[in-house]
């Protein structure tokens, strides 16, 4: 008799991590914390003889390095090991080190989007669709790129549903998320769509994405050991963001605006970054 078991199939590395790998045509996310909700799910006909399928990858090395740099407003430029250049809120308005492979963007204004990008840009993505949600999972190089959806205020007072997308690039082994123009605490289900995030860019201004007291309560359920700051709009409001939080995080202002991080080297203490161009 023919036994139906859910079958998910995960690669744990040392470091906790379960890395991605194909399957079905689609990638499975090292990231995604909970296993019910990966494409890798699925039934499994155990017939005699016949082995189930099994989801592996090799492990990332813990060395290879990413390389951030915070540009301006929420746009930051990311450089992974195997040369894939990511920006993230892409406006074309600011100068960056050099044409990138991908740029991701949200609608909340026009400082987050463009309608047209440089041609030279491989992989244009938009983190809304006009009626409908956006969703995008693609692998560019070493990078695995999914987003998850969030919704919007708009400028009439009214909800604009998934208008935003928190995108998370997975590279070199990392869960790195940029949550665009968050306006809404995240709920319980984005938080198992999001997953583990090594990584984070959070908007600090004060109440134009949400408060002070809400971003960090995002940050703290985020579970991040590097905080990356951005979206900085008024006078105090980085000071505000940063007095809710107590010994348990590290604040790092740093010298200059880039950033190499792996997976070794992920600060053992969560740590808030601080770009000097804030």
């Known amino acids: 008799m023919f036994r139906c078991l859910l079958a998910v199939i995960s690669v744990i590395a040392a470091t906790g991590v379960a890395h ?31 082995e189930p399928p ?18 301006d407003h929420s746009t930051y430029f990311i450089e992974t090991p195997g040369g894939v250049t990511i920006a993230t809120d892409y406006s074309g308005a600011y100068r960056m080190p050099a044409t990138p492979t991908v740029v991701t963007m949200n609608k909340a204004h026009s400082g987050h989007y463009t309608l047209a990008p440089d ?46 997308s928190i995108f998370i690039f997975e590279t070199a082994g990392l869960c790195i998320g940029h949550v665009g123009h968050l306006h809404f605490e995240l709920n319980d289900d984005q938080i198992a769509d999001i997953g583990r995030l090594d990584i984070v860019m959070i908007p600090v201004d004060g109440g134009l994405t949400m408060t ?3 971003m960090r309560k995002t940050v703290q359920r985020l579970r991040s050991s590097l905080v990356m700051l ?15 939080f107590g010994k348990d995080f590290a604040l790092d202002f740093s010298s200059t605006p880039t950033i190499s991080v792996s997976l070794k080297t992920l600060p053992k203490k969560p740590t808030i970054f601080i770009p000097p161009n804030l």
């Not at 909700?37 to 005699?48: E, G, I, M, N, T």
């Not at 790129?145 to 009439?156: A, C, E, K, P, Y």
């Not at 951005?230 to 809710?244: I, N, S, T």
């Open 54 to 71: 099994v989801v592996m990858a090799a492990a990332p090395a813990r060395t290879e390095s990413v390389r951030i740099t915070y540009i």
């Open 20 to 50: 991605a790998a194909e399957t079905g045509g689609r990638m499975v996310s090292m990231c995604q914390a909970i296993a019910a909700r990966l494409p890798a799910s699925q039934y499994a006909r155990l017939d005699k003889g016949v």
């Open 119 to 164: 041609p030279a840009i491989r992989h244009a993505l938009q983190g809304w669709q006009d009626g409908g949600k956006a969703e995008h999972r693609l692998t560019v190089g070493d990078t695995y790129i999914r987003n998850v959806v969030s919704d919007l205020r708009s400028f009439g007072g009214g909800i604009e549903p998934g208008a935003n």
């Open 212 to 214: 002070a007291p809400s």
């Open 230 to 244: 951005m979206h900085r709009r008024r006078a105090g409001a980085l000071e505000e963001f940063l007095a809710g």
